[in-house]
């Protein structure tokens, strides 16, 4: 909270691995490759509350454990109450269901005409292309399928989803999401952007999150050829 939260309060360097070189620490693939996804790799860099380690041994039944080390600086290790600390890290709190919650509290499975499409309003979708994040984001509202830690087997069916929107002309607006789409490979997000350009749409946006797990090398990669707009996504 103000004054604590001003920008140059924040985790300086590289933290714990500050002897990585810089031309690694900013390649989005080394963040991906370093992340801490188990309870013995978290307690190894911060002391946990009861709660925040009975939430990671829950995780695998309910959304995985994934946190970049870009990410895992800001947290601030004195605080379990830390804002972006509560963003990543579990707590045993996740596995209360209170009565009448629903796996899809945004009922898009009820609107889903082919997999991985939810079309709710007349002339935009959802197209869900990945069931990955960088780091998962504890409130996130599709943790069904995010991770795969429930069991969902999610597997984009882009082809189907491209079909689908081309035969769809009165869509006009298309939001990729997730998982987040910008962990797509360049190739195959330009090719998926491209596809959709040529087709009816007439606005193309990507709900991401990478930016705030990569640090500055979240302009981690050239976006590709075709025009994408990035929204936040939660």
């Known amino acids: 909270m103000y004054p604590q939260d001003l920008r140059e309060n924040w985790h300086a360097g590289q933290g714990r691995w500050k002897d990585v070189p810089a031309a690694e620490w900013n390649d989005w693939h080394w963040q991906l490759r370093n992340r801490i996804t188990t309870l013995a790799q978290l307690e190894e860099m911060l002391e946990l509350t009861k709660e925040e380690r009975e939430g990671c041994l829950f995780a695998p039944h309910k959304l995985s454990l994934s946190i970049t080390p870009h990410f895992f600086n800001l947290i601030d290790p004195k605080d379990p109450n830390c804002p972006v600390r509560r963003q990543v890290i579990p707590r045993i709190e996740e596995s209360y269901v209170a009565p009448g919650e629903s796996e899809d509290p945004v009922g ?19 197209f869900l292309v990945t069931d990955r994040c960088a780091s998962y984001c504890r409130y996130c509202t599709r943790s069904r399928l995010v991770s795969n830690a429930q069991a969902y087997d999610f597997h984009p069916e882009l082809e189907a989803g491209l079909k689908y929107i081309e035969e769809h002309t009165e869509i006009r607006d298309v939001l990729l999401s997730g998982g987040d789409p910008l962990l797509l490979s360049d190739a195959k997000l330009d090719a998926l952007l491209g596809r959709l350009a040529r087709s009816s749409t007439s606005s193309s946006s990507a709900s991401a999150r990478a930016s705030r797990s990569f640090f500055r090398s979240a302009s981690r990669r050239s976006l590709p050829r075709s025009s994408v707009s990035t929204a936040r996504s939660g």
Do not use: A, F, N, Q
């Not at 499975?109 to 935009?124: L, Q």
């Open 108 to 126: 898009e499975e009820g609107t889903m005409p082919v997999p991985g499409i939810v079309h709710r309003y007349p002339d935009r979708v959802l």
